[in-house]
């Protein structure tokens, strides 16, 4: 059974700094791709962050040159280094990880059950 974890998150003032992390265990699999989503109150799911097998990142626009998302190969970890925080990154942020199995070659996705973080003064 896989699981995936987030830790860190919580409450910084603009400006701040926050660093998540994310774990994915259980089942032998390979790293297809991982990466951080959120979710603002009344707003759709957005992608923030992604990583590749390859090494290759993806950010989002609003993000760009702010956060900087990395990785832990061997421990099927990333991490996303979230500087010069502003309110409007309050959400709920997800991990997700796309996750090949080795037993019968397919894929799938599996997402963490989210942490907040919110930025206000």
């Known amino acids: 059974q896989v699981q995936v974890v987030e830790t860190g998150g919580g409450w910084m003032q603009p400006g701040g700094s926050l660093t998540l992390s994310c774990a994915a265990s259980?089942?032998?699999?390979?790293?297809?791709?991982m990466g951080w989503y959120r979710q603002a109150p009344g707003k759709e799911r957005e992608l923030v962050a992604a990583?590749?097998?390859?090494?290759?990142?993806v950010y989002a626009g609003s993000v760009k040159g702010r956060f900087t998302i990395s990785r832990d190969i061997d421990k099927n970890s990333i991490y996303l280094q979230m500087n010069s925080l502003k309110p409007e990154d309050t959400a709920v942020y997800y991990c997700?990880?796309?996750?090949?199995?080795?037993?019968?070659?397919?894929?799938?996705?599996?997402w963490g059950q989210g942490t907040q973080v919110t930025v206000s003064s």
């Open positions: 997700n990880a796309d996750l090949l199995f080795s037993a019968n070659l397919t894929s799938r996705d599996y």
């Open positions: 990583i590749t097998r390859s090494g290759d990142e």
């Open positions: 259980g089942s032998s699999f390979t790293v297809n791709a």
